[in-house]
């Protein structure tokens, strides 16, 4: 069993910055994909960004160039740089990491919150 804790969130203005992390209790090198996902209240999970073992990332259109996920296999841990923050970015931020199709895990999300 695995175990992902989150850290970083919280309130920042329009246009600020914050950086995620989400540490794993397992090592990272051995999951498929570790990605990043948010959600607010009323709407579906949505996927951010992801970073795959090969260290290949792709990002969701609404945060294209303003994010940037990262990993480092030593300390098990992954990533997310929030720049340009606005407030349609606030949401409870999920990591997961996934080992196939059938195994996968979440961490308990951390709120990150955009306003002034």
């Known amino acids: 069993q695995v175990q992902l804790v989150e850290s970083g969130g919280g309130l920042v203005p329009p246009g600020g910055s914050l950086r995620l992390s989400c540490a794993s209790s397992?090592?990272?090198?051995?999951?498929?994909?570790m990605g990043w996902y948010r959600q607010v209240p009323g709407k579906q999970r949505e996927w951010v960004a992801l970073?795959?073992?090969?260290?290949?990332?792709t990002y969701a259109d609404a945060v294209e160039a303003r994010f940037t996920v990262s990993r480092d296999n030593a300390k098990n841990t992954v990533y997310l740089q929030m720049n340009s923050l606005k407030p349609e970015d606030t949401g409870v931020y999920y990591c997961?990491?996934?080992?196939?199709?059938?195994?996968?895990?979440w961490g308990q999300g951390t709120q990150v919150t955009v306003s002034s």
């Open positions: 970073i795959d073992n090969g260290g290949m990332t």
């Open positions: 997961n990491e996934r080992f196939n199709t059938m195994t996968t895990y």
């Open positions: 397992g090592s990272i090198v051995s999951a498929l994909v």
